[in-house]
Structure formats: structure tokens, C-alpha cells
């Protein structure tokens, strides 16, 4: 099946500094990429959708000027965390919709969990 | 607006079969999936129905009433390792993933 990397798995940051998450799409094209937030015993959270050679769209309530994503190529897309502050502490995890394959399915990555202290 | 509900928390016996289920009121619909996740990990893909009826594959099986705004999943054989948290999702017209809190369910030996 298709394979979603994220990097890092887990990082530890101080408030104040950005922290850059990636994400690719190891096996397959992706054209849309989705930013998901997920505090504990919560549901996941849409923050955003990455189109690859455009701009992303933010949900409402999403700072887009704070959550920097970029969509430059169609197995890669990244997420910055510009002047992490503790309540960005959560759960980032990314899925990728593949562009040749059954267009229902979004493949999750394996998450990135984030603490600010 | 739109909302997806299922119930909070269910408790099973390994061995036996559970049915989590979903109701949703959305704007369009274009499928309904279940998700499995495991703490502290991703959701991996279940289930996809877009037509009503009952989906199988193998243990698990999920039902969609698009005119009732329901569906369910049924976990058949329950395992310890299904002890994990099944999230709902509708995709609405905009062909947006709408999510369910999630069910978290606990298998006892």
C-alpha cells in the first residue's frame, strides 16, 4: 500500500523557536496534502489543505502566517511552526491523497508529536 | 452545521462482536470512513462505503444508511490488539473529511 513518511517523529522545541515538519509520499504522487492537529483524547483537527504549486488553504481559526505550509513538489510538503508557544504542543500528522490511484483514500503518516516547553 | 456522532467509549470481551456506531448530519455527502487509531499513532484506513449497505472485510464489516444518516462498524472475534480508538468520517460536498470525536473501545480478556 502506499507509504507517508514524516520527519521528525517527535521534537522537543523552546517557545520562541520554529519547528520545520515534513512529510512525503514515498510510493505515489500526491497532489493534496492535508495538516492535521490532534490534542490528547481529542478528534483529529483539519488545519489546513496543501496543493502542490499553490497556495494551502487554512480552516478557519488556523493562523496561516503562524502554521507556514509548503506544497513544492508532489511528494513533498512541510510545515513550520513559527514561534512555537506550549499550547502548539500537540499531534501533527499529515495524509496524502494519491493522484493515480482509487481517489477515496487519504494515507496517514505516522504523526509528529511536538512539546514546547 | 455539520456533526458527526458516535458514542465516547465501549467496553468488549475479547472473543465476542461490538458495533460502534455513527450518525451524521452533514452538508452533501460524498462517503463515509472508518479509521482505526491506536494511542499515540495515526489512523490507518478501515472501511469506505458511499452506497448503502454492509461492506466486508473479514473481521470487520461497516453498514451505511445514507437516508437515515447512520452507519456502523462491526468488529467481529474481538482481539486484545482492537483495543483502539474508531473514528468516523463523513466527506462533504466539498469533498472535506468531516471527523467523529472517535470511540474508544476497551477489550477485556
Known amino acids: 500500500g502506499a507509504v507517508v513518511s514524516q520527519h521528525p517523529s517527535r521534537v522537543i522545541c523552546k517557545s520562541g523557536t520554529s519547528v520545520k515538519i515534513e512529510c512525503r509520499s514515498l510510493d505515489f504522487q500526491a497532489t493534496t496534502m492535508f495538516w492535521y492537529r490532534q490534542f490528547p483524547k481529542q478528534s483529529l483537527m483539519l488545519m489546513a489543505t496543501s496543493n502542490e504549486g499553490s497556495k494551502a488553504t487554512y480552516e478557519q481559526g488556523v493562523e496561516k502566517d503562524k502554521f507556514l505550509i509548503n506544497h513544492a513538489s508532489l511528494t513533498l510538503s512541510t510545515l513550520t511552526v513559527t514561534s512555537a508557544h506550549p499550547e502548539d504542543s500537540s499531534f501533527y500528522i499529515c495524509s496524502a491523497r494519491d493522484l493515480a490511484g482509487d481517489s477515496y483514500e487519504q494515507y496517514f503518516g505516522p504523526g509528529t508529536r511536538l512539546t514546547v516547553t | 452545521g455539520q456533526n458527526i456522532d458516535q458514542p465516547t467509549e465501549m467496553t468488549a470481551t475479547e472473543g465476542a462482536i461490538v458495533q460502534i456506531n455513527c450518525t451524521y448530519q452533514?452538508?452533501?455527502?460524498?462517503?463515509l470512513f472508518w479509521y482505526q487509531q491506536h494511542a499515540g499513532e495515526a489512523p490507518t484506513f478501515l472501511s469506505y462505503?458511499?452506497l448503502d449497505g454492509l461492506e466486508e472485510k473479514g473481521r470487520f464489516s461497516s453498514f451505511l444508511s445514507r437516508s437515515k444518516g447512520y452507519s456502523y462498524l462491526l468488529l467481529k472475534e474481538l482481539q486484545m490488539k482492537d483495543s483502539a480508538s474508531y473514528l468516523c468520517?463523513?466527506?462533504?460536498?466539498?469533498?472535506?473529511?468531516?471527523w467523529g470525536a472517535g470511540t474508544k473501545l476497551i477489550i477485556k480478556p
Open positions: 462505503n458511499v
Open positions: 468520517a463523513v466527506r462533504d460536498s466539498n469533498y472535506q473529511l468531516i
Open positions: 452533514t452538508s452533501g455527502f460524498n462517503g
